[in-house]
């Protein structure tokens, strides 16, 4: 099994940027894809973006072009930058290995004015 813990959450305005991280508790981790999902209020958790562990990626259309997803395999932890933010984008992230069933607790994105 492994952990991950989320962080770099917070309130942003719409147009901001922040970049989360996810840390994983062993180096497993290099071994296999990551994703970051989301999960708003009343809404099913949603793949936002994905990275192989050779650094193949791909993103949900509602992120192309915004968000970035990457990896640093050495300190067993992955990025998620996101830019140009949306208030749609508001929900609670998580990192995790789909393939183990390993997810974080979750960081929490609020996008608003």
């Known amino acids: 099994q492994v952990q991950f813990v989320e962080s770099g959450g917070g309130l942003v305005q719409p147009g901001g940027s922040l970049r989360l991280s996810c840390a994983a508790s062993?180096?497993?981790?290099?071994?296999?894809?990551v994703g970051w999902y989301r999960q708003a209020p009343g809404k099913q958790r949603e793949l936002v973006a994905a990275?192989?562990?050779?650094?193949?990626?791909n993103y949900h259309d509602s992120v192309k072009g915004r968000f970035t997803i990457s990896r640093d395999n050495a300190k067993n932890t992955a990025y998620l930058q996101m830019n140009s933010l949306k208030p749609e984008d508001t929900a609670v992230y998580y990192c995790?290995?789909?393939?183990?069933?390993?997810w974080g607790q979750g960081t929490q994105v609020t996008v608003s004015s």
């Open positions: 062993r180096s497993i981790f290099r071994l296999y894809a």
């Open positions: 990275i192989t562990r050779g650094g193949i990626t």
């Open positions: 995790g290995i789909e393939m183990l069933g390993s």
